[in-house]
């Protein structure tokens, strides 16, 4: 079956169309179709993603990514006559597409000039996210839904980060089938989840049955990372910025002098708190007479190793205690180089099978909204009305 999957829960406007097939027991995914496009040059000056104008650059691209992973994916089909689509039909879409701006016109003009393509379902980000984003996405959605008579998969942003690992650099990904272990996932298993908005620690305890088992108290691993690059002043996103000072101190003889703690490290429990460690390092700011770029250098390199200490720690305890062989790791902190090798150093040792997403899925994609709308498609075959599907910014898995 094809999917096509649209993702605008932040500042990513992406469109995809894949290629599924196997069903839980063998599942195969084949990329036919991909666009992306990122806001970040535009949110820079604010230092974060602005909710107004990420609804704004998500109404505009829609329509271009939707045309053009259609004509990658060849089910871009001119119609001769034009399409008809039924005035009821037209007046619908109009009514849904009424607060985002200008996306109505461009959308009636692509929809009446194409035939229907091939795809069988449409998969849609609904939540976790910024709403004002996520509705853009989701409005987006329902009207191709109606326009195509296509059922409408809603998908949550998080376990789309969860199932991201299953496509690999070549576009497709085979698994054996050993009965015992559902096609090579031996249950339970474990997924940390790291991005700017969330940290979370997730029990599997089967396909699509999740249960919280830790989460931040505070700042998410991702949003702490750009606010002590704010404070170090360097530009937005702040991860990537830390992460490339701290490797500069890797590459040479390095002596600590910026202990930083390691927060809730010792605590019974999987939660997380990262604010305080935010907070120790704005007070070592404080009481500098200046930051030269040696000092960024070495208080990044602290940083980071902070973070992937407690990181380390209690996905560890975690996956003792619920005697998990698998661990997943997902979500756009995840291309972090350092945390990437300490985790793999930890499999090594815990004789664990890590599951990583190449980097670029590891930051919000439809590529892995289509694969997670393919196995929730699967399981519940009933038509959802879109018209009762709302976005939800703070959903939880």
């Known amino acids: 079956m094809k999917i096509l999957s649209i993702e605008t829960s932040c500042d990513e406007t992406a469109v995809a169309i894949i290629e599924c097939n196997g069903g839980f027991e063998n599942p195969s995914f ?29 109404a505009k691209n829609l329509v271009p990514l939707l045309e053009n992973t259609l004509k990658q994916s060849s089910l871009y089909l001119e119609a001769r006559p034009p399409s008809k689509i039924s005035d009821e039909k037209i007046k619908e879409i109009e009514k849904i597409l009424e607060k985002e701006s200008g996306l109505f016109e461009k959308l009636k003009e ?31 959605a329902k009207a191709l839904s109606i326009a195509w008579n296509k059922p409408l998969t809603p998908v949550n942003h998080m376990e789309g980060h969860i199932f991201s690992v299953l496509m690999r650099e070549k576009k497709e990904f085979l698994i054996s089938n050993p009965p015992a272990e559902r096609a090579g996932f031996q249950f339970p298993m474990i997924s940390l989840l790291i991005s700017g908005g969330h940290t979370e620690l997730v029990l599997i305890k089967d396909w699509l049955d999740y249960e919280i088992i830790g989460q931040t108290r505070d700042d998410a691993v991702g949003e702490a990372f750009d ?7 360097l530009p937005y996103p702040g991860g ?12 040479k003889n390095y002596e600590n002098k910026w202990s930083l703690p390691r927060p809730m490290i010792s605590t019974d429990g999987f939660d997380f708190s990262f604010s305080g460690l935010k907070t120790s390092v704005l007070y070592k700011i404080k009481k500098l007479p200046e930051i030269t770029d040696e000092i960024k250098k070495e208080i ?12 380390i720690s209690k996905t ?40 990583l997403p190449e980097n670029s899925l590891s930051t919000d994609n439809a590529v892995m909204i289509g694969i997670a709308g393919y196995f929730r498609f699967i399981s519940n075959k009933k038509t959802r009305n879109p018209l009762e599907l709302r976005a939800e910014g703070n959903l939880r898995l």
């Open 30 to 58: 084949k990329i036919l179709g991909n666009s992306l496009l990122s806001q970040i040059e535009i949110h820079k000056e604010y230092g974060g993603v602005f909710p107004s104008l990420a609804k704004r650059e998500h």
């Open 110 to 140: 692509l929809l009446l000039k194409i035939e229907i393509p091939n795809v069988d379902t449409v998969a849609v980000t609904y939540g976790p996210g910024l709403e004002p984003a996520l509705w853009v996405g989701l409005n987006f």
């Open 227 to 233: 606010k002590v690059a704010r404070m170090l002043g």
């Open 240 to 251: 990537p910025e830390i992460s490339k000072l701290a490797e500069e101190t890797r590459n």
């Open 300 to 311: 990044a390199r602290e940083f980071e190793d902070a973070v992937v200490d407690v990181l």
């Open 316 to 355: 560890k305890k975690a996956l003792q205690k619920y005697n998990a062989k698998t661990l997943i790791i997902g979500g756009g902190v995840v291309a972090n180089k350092q945390i990437r090798q300490e985790f793999t150093k930890l499999a090594d040792k815990q004789n664990i099978k890590l599951m």
